[in-house]
């Protein structure tokens, strides 16, 4: 699973962010690795510098499952790295949810395979 960490032009952290968004998407969504082929993070800073406070980090995480549709998700938080588990667990809801979409009620893959004619 590759993951890809994009910020905006406020959000400071650079390569230790990146490292860091890696490690922890990575561990939290370790059940789904062999299903999903690339994870893209997205962070911003609405207010950027001009006030502390309030929900103003943004963290937009998308999860590509093989042969599936993208799987996306977005939190607001007073700190990045609440953003980013906020995310993270909507994201985890929307895998679960598109996987059991996947599957019958016998528990095997379904003939749908997510692509639109």
Request: glycine share 8%.
């Amino acid at each position: 699973m590759q993951v890809q960490v994009h910020t905006n032009d406020k959000i400071q952290g650079g390569e230790s962010l990146a490292q860091w968004v890696q490690q922890e998407v990575s561990s939290r969504l370790a059940r789904f690795k062999e299903s999903i082929t690339r994870v893209e993070v997205f962070f911003s800073d609405s207010d950027g510098h001009a006030k502390a406070g309030g929900q103003d980090k943004r963290c937009v995480i998308e999860a590509r499952p093989a042969g599936r549709q993208p799987v996306a998700a977005n939190a607001d938080a007073p700190k990045v790295a609440e953003a980013l588990n906020a995310a993270i667990d909507k994201l985890l809801r929307g895998l679960e949810a598109d996987q059991g979409r996947a599957r019958d009620k016998n528990n095997r893959e379904t003939i749908r395979d997510g692509e639109q004619p």
